[in-house]
């Protein structure tokens, strides 16, 4: 990106902010900058990361004292400081890494009585990140024989129209989808007014992780404006229908549900999770109205992992797309290194050898290395639930196809114009 062309866009933001009324952040007081020394935040192992700190309070600099502690991303403090603001500006070395990974930089200001915080990652020779996580050797085989058993028990379904949630450029139905012999999920089909039979090409949308209702139904109409359909889920079988009181019970007696049955990979609740992303792409294929040529899968944080795992899992995936996947290098927090969501506790008996055995056969890296149809990754480094260590884990094992969009400052969130994004390369690759 060209000076000039970064102004304009910079001058576009703030033209937008301000024809809403509203700043930058939103309708806060204060505002962080902060400016590592590399312009894409990312150094060389055994090079120092400098990072310019700016504090801002109505607009106006402020002159304060910074303290600051750095460490490994998402792991334990191993430098802190302090550092004067003038002018409300301050330049904080964060030393350096000899191995390849992210360090953190968490600031906390006082300022008129009031404790405000931030941190900026940065990454050194992140190319270079290796996931710790091993494959079995009967992995393939593994997957191979469970999805092949599953697919003896004959598709069910029922359909229901759903008129609220249907306009003038959709239709929307919730399905209730047999996923095996004891476990429905439920997911909301949302296709363009006046299909036509073999002409759309269909997108799977896993959820984020959680117990809830189902999220993305009114949003990112743009993918049945332009012709596709789209199944968006949930895993649970639990009606999205019900009311959010409902939601409350249920989450607080199952929220832990990334934990149940870990100890054995035939047994671990994400197994009939994994295997109803086949048989949904059983159900998006068995669409008169589906073009026999295209299928996408697209999700984000849970539902990026599951994205990535459906396209490995089922070579009629023809398009990938996945925003800061977890369930990636489940194990790394067992040797004190980076671990990916769920962020497993060695404190909480977590890493015993049977449930590191099941996180191997369920962790996302193994799928990747499985990935042929191109794929479109997307993360951020400030994120805290899906670190950059281990997206970069999935990204650096993928040997498919592969493009990416890296938002060093997002955490764990992508704008709107990112997935507007999305689509469009979903689009261009049609075939």
Not at 17 to 34: A, F, H, Q
Not at 48 to 74: H, L, T
Not at 209 to 214: L, R, S
Request: with cysteine; hydrophobic share 35%; glycine share 6%.
């Amino acid at each position: 990106m060209t000076t000039k062309t970064g102004l304009l866009l910079l001058l576009l933001t703030f033209f937008a902010i301000s024809m809403k009324g509203e700043n930058y952040p939103y309708r806060s007081d204060c505002l962080w900058v902060t400016v590592p020394d590399h312009p894409n935040w990312l150094y060389n192992t055994g090079e120092e990361a400098k990072v310019e700190v700016q504090f801002y309070k109505y607009g106006i600099p402020r002159d304060a004292e910074v303290e600051y502690s750095v460490g490994g991303d998402m792991l334990k403090t191993d430098k802190s400081g302090k550092v004067m603001l003038k002018n409300g500006r301050a330049v904080i070395n964060m030393g350096t890494s000899k191995t390849p990974g992210f360090r953190d930089l968490k600031l906390s200001v006082k300022v008129d009585g009031t404790v405000y915080t931030h941190h900026v990652k940065v990454g050194f020779s992140p190319e270079k990140i290796k996931p710790f996580t091993q494959e079995p050797k009967d992995f393939l085989s593994f997957w191979r024989e469970a999805v092949e058993e599953n697919q003896k028990i004959p598709m069910e379904y029922t359909s229901e129209k759903v008129e609220e949630m249907s306009d003038n450029n959709q239709d929307a139905y919730l399905i209730k989808l047999r996923v095996d012999r004891r476990h429905w999920l439920y997911g909301y089909l949302l296709t363009p007014k006046n299909m036509k039979e073999c002409v759309h090409p269909v997108v799977l949308t896993p959820p984020g992780a959680g117990v809830k209702t189902i999220k993305e139904v009114t949003s990112r109409p743009y993918y049945q404006q332009e012709g596709m359909i789209r199944f968006v889920t949930e895993i649970h079988g639990i009606r999205p229908t019900l009311d959010e009181r409902d939601f409350v019970d249920i989450r607080s007696a199952f929220s832990e549900y990334l934990e149940m049955g870990l100890d054995n990979p035939d047994h671990y609740y994400m197994r009939h999770v994994y295997l109803g992303l086949v048989r949904c792409i059983d159900f998006l294929c068995s669409l008169p109205q589906w073009d026999g040529r295209n299928i996408a899968v697209m999700g984000g944080s849970q539902g990026g992992a599951l994205s990535l795992i459906a396209a490995a899992l089922d070579s009629r995936v023809t398009l990938c797309v996945a925003n800061h996947p977890a369930l990636s290098d489940m194990a790394a927090g067992s040797t004190g290194q980076t671990s990916g969501y769920p962020h497993f506790k060695a404190e909480q008996g977590m890493y015993t050898e049977a449930n590191m055995r099941t996180m191997a056969y369920y962790d996302v890296v193994n799928f990747a290395r499985h990935i042929k149809c191109p794929t479109y990754l997307t993360w951020g480094f400030n994120d805290d639930t899906c670190p950059p260590t281990t997206s970069y884990s999935v990204w650096n094992t993928l040997a498919c196809e592969k493009e990416c969009l890296i938002t060093p400052i997002n955490e764990h969130w992508t704008s709107e114009a990112t997935n507007r994004k999305q689509m469009e390369w979903i689009k261009s690759r049609l075939r």
